[in-house]
């Protein structure tokens, strides 16, 4: 049972990329052209970044994403935001001092409202919380770096805390790996992928103050130093290290990056290049999982458990079946919720 807060009313705003409103044309140029418009996404010269924007990207690639959109729209709407309300229903039901809301970086419910919701609330403490359990420039950044923004542009004077990361959590941590062990998928398959979400090998080097170390030295995101300590291929392999210790059943694994775009360098392995490969050394079903979305979505639904498994079929494969992100499991949004009073109220 919880214990009413006795000084402060607390409001956390949960924080995710973002989904266009709904799968047609329209609703993924303005989606994609503000998404890609945010120098912490593309953080290239921003004459060049305007090029790419807005006379190669959305002019055409909306035409060419809307079949992925529309094969994982549910009836509801985006799974990734279905699946966020769901998530904040239950999370709310369990202690009414503490206010959850929600907070796109792109598209709607946007992160002002999520601000203007809690501040309507009366909350006398925000917890700035991006549902990215591995931290990124492109992700977690930006989501911060915008509600700060909105906050001193207008007067919100209301005391916050930033929730940055929680990879390295024993919660999250024991949700991904029960997760993982419940899981028909997993125990029928043979060999288990973990696929994050990629990154431009520049955006991981920024966060390494030595520019010495990262991907220079040997294994460089596999070992805990000074300089990886904010790397997201370092949180992404160290998730990987600690939900294996946990996992009682055993089976051969490897770590993956998806969702690439452009030309520039992007972190490796590529999770197609993985998939594509493993049929040659005789496995035939792979389960995968991704734990840097909590909530599933385009990248999940889509791009793993349709696109890739096409491309596995392929290359001589018979099954990639994906295991489900946390969602609104139980345990999941108790656990969560059991982090922020602990930490935050």
């Not at 992925?68 to 202690?95: A, C, H, R």
Request: hydrophobic share 35%.
């Amino acid at each position: 049972m919880f214990q009413h807060l006795a000084n402060t009313k607390i409001g956390c705003l949960l924080m995710n990329i973002g989904t266009p409103s709904e799968p047609t044309i329209s609703g993924l140029r303005s989606y994609l052209k503000e998404f890609l418009s945010d120098p912490d996404v593309i953080d290239t010269n921003p004459l060049l970044r305007w090029i790419i924007v807005n006379l190669f990207v959305v002019p055409f690639r909306p035409q060419k994403v809307l079949p992925q959109y529309q094969s994982v729209w549910m009836d509801e709407g985006s799974p990734l935001l279905v699946y966020t309300k769901n998530f904040v229903k239950k999370i709310t039901k369990i202690n009414p001092d503490i206010i959850f809301d929600i907070g796109m970086r792109y598209g709607k419910p946007s992160i002002e409202q999520g601000l203007r919701n809690l501040q309507e609330a009366k909350v006398e403490k925000i917890v700035l919380c991006p549902m990215f359990p591995q931290y990124a420039q492109a992700t977690s950044g930006s989501c911060i770096k915008k509600a700060i923004q909105i906050i001193e542009d207008q007067n919100i004077n209301i005391p916050y805390e930033i929730n940055s990361y929680f990879y390295d959590e024993d919660f999250i941590i024991d949700c991904l790996a029960e997760t993982i062990e419940k899981s028909d998928v997993y125990q029928e398959s043979e060999f288990l992928l973990f696929s994050f979400h990629g990154l431009p090998e520049r955006q991981v080097k920024k966060m390494d103050i030595s520019k010495s170390h990262c991907l220079i030295q040997d294994n460089c995101c596999e070992i805990e130093c000074e300089f990886n300590k904010m790397c997201y291929k370092h949180h992404c392999y160290e998730t990987v290290k600690n939900v294996m210790n946990k996992v009682s059943i055993k089976k051969p694994f490897d770590i993956a990056f998806q969702s690439r775009f452009g030309f520039d360098p992007w972190i490796k392995p590529n999770t197609t290049d993985i998939i594509e490969a493993l049929p040659g050394k005789g496995i035939k079903n792979i389960s995968v999982i991704c734990p840097a979305f909590v909530f599933d979505c385009l990248e999940t639904l889509e791009e793993i458990a349709i696109r890739n498994q096409e491309y596995y079929v392929e290359a001589g494969g018979e099954n990639i079946k994906l295991i489900p992100a946390l969602n609104d499991g139980d345990k999941w949004v108790n656990e969560f919720y059991n982090y922020i009073y602990n930490k935050f109220a």
